[in-house]
């Protein structure tokens, strides 16, 4: 087997081992995935001031994140259907993170349920809550993510309505799969990755199905969603949710300083800077080129953190010191989950925090609590 050595390494496993429209289904962005790529070049645009004869011994990347201590700033975002890419998806990669020392944020849109997550680990994990229309619903959510010992509850704020991601729609992505003709071919070419579903009987939207009455036949995501997802979201119900939950609050989905403004005053403890990984609003402009501004706006008052596109520890030097408290991942844990289950999520944070160790340590920082805007060449 060949040497995995960075996270295309991992993704192209992953391509090769798991069924197309689960693959698909990660490595996508909506319509003409403008943003999607704008998200990962526009961190390649930014280079590195290379500092030399500084002592370098004894480095650290340790930090917190909402109080919580971190191994380094580098969260799992949630991801839907994360349990299609390997099956049990969601517990390995929660406990590859518990093991690691980041932490883990477990989708709404998980296969495995809240109550499977926390009797497989050990250590709180983060709970990601979509608005739905069923506000009863939303308070049981909120319940159960408490009862698990959730420490921190991330609301989403950008997908009261859902982009288009072409892929998806042409391969008719629903969970379980839909069994058309294309689908049991591609299928028969993953042998591996049908035999662990067989093997689990964690196929579904575990955290809805059996707790909303009518939904127990639910198989489409696309069908769900636009029935579920409420397009009233409003900061009203921000208010509603941070005083139902009473615990540590992050929002999800903040692009422009306005909105960052609103949530610096809702009371939350952090917010993502995010445009969902490419996937809601094409066109909208990479997050680190809108993280700069938002830090400025708002930053003394709130932790900014900042998703998309993070491929490399190079990447999260990159966020880090352009003002932020902290990134997540989305595709990169996919890529490795998808590629080799748990160990695979291992060996990605064991990748990204290699390069970023080394990247800040050829800036000539050790602390990773120090790095600044120094770290980065400016623009001619
Ligand atoms: C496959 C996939 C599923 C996602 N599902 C969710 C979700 O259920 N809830 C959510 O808030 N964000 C979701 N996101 C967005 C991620 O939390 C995160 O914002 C994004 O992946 C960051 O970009 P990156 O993938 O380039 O790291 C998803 C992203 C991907 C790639």
């Known amino acids: ?60 990347l340790r930090m917190r994140m909402i109080g919580e201590e971190v191994a380094m700033p580098v969260a799992l975002a949630p991801t839907g259907l994360t349990g299609m890419q390997w099956a049990d998806g969601e517990i390995l990669a929660a406990r590859a993170a518990e093991k690691f020392g980041v932490p883990f944020t477990l989708s709404t849109m998980s296969v495995c349920s809240i109550e499977d997550v926390a009797a497989q680990t050990t250590k709180p994990f983060w709970f990601q809550l979509y608005v739905m229309r069923d506000r009863d619903f939303i308070a049981s959510l909120v319940e159960r993510a408490r009862a698990a010992g959730c420490s921190a509850l991330v609301l989403t704020l ?16 629903s969970t379980p799969p839909r069994l058309t003709p294309g689908n049991i071919a ?30 127990e036949n639910l ?27 009473g615990g540590k609050l992050i929002l999800k989905g903040i692009m422009d300083p306005a909105d960052a403004r609103l949530a610096a005053e809702s009371g939350a403890d952090a917010l993502i800077v995010s445009n969902h990984g490419g996937r ?22 709130i932790e900014v953190w900042v998703d998309g596109g993070i491929r490399s520890g190079q990447d999260v030097l990159k966020a880090m010191a352009l003002g932020a408290k902290g990134t997540l991942i989305g595709r990169a844990f996919n890529y490795g989950l998808g590629a080799m289950g748990e160990r695979g999520v291992t060996r990605c944070l064991e990748i990204i925090a290699n390069e970023l160790d080394l990247s800040m340590a050829f800036c000539g920082y050790r602390d990773i609590n120090d790095v600044n805007a120094d770290v980065i060449w400016p623009a001619a």
């Open 158 to 173: 950008d997908l009261q309505i859902m982009g288009q991601r072409h892929q998806d729609l042409k391969n008719g992505l």
């Open 1 to 60: 087997m060949a040497i995995i050595t960075n996270i295309a390494d991992l993704r192209e496993r992953h391509r090769r081992r798991v069924p197309r429209m689960f693959y698909d289904y990660v490595d996508s962005g909506s319509w003409d995935e403008l943003t999607y790529r704008d998200n990962e070049s526009a961190f390649a645009r930014i280079r590195l001031r290379q500092r030399v004869a500084v002592n370098l011994e004894n480095r650290s």
């Open 219 to 245: 198989t489409s995501l696309a069908q769900w969603s636009a029935e579920q997802l409420d397009p009233t979201l409003n900061w009203e119900d921000v208010a509603w949710i941070r005083d139902l939950w």
């Open 280 to 301: 809601q609003l094409d066109g909208a402009p990479a997050t680190i080129e809108v993280l700069p501004g938002i830090v400025d706006a708002v930053g003394d008052q």
């Open 186 to 215: 591609n299928m028969m070419t993953k042998p591996a990755w049908c035999l662990a579903m067989l093997g689990t009987r964690r196929r579904q939207f575990r955290n809805l199905v059996g707790h909303i009455p009518g939904v």
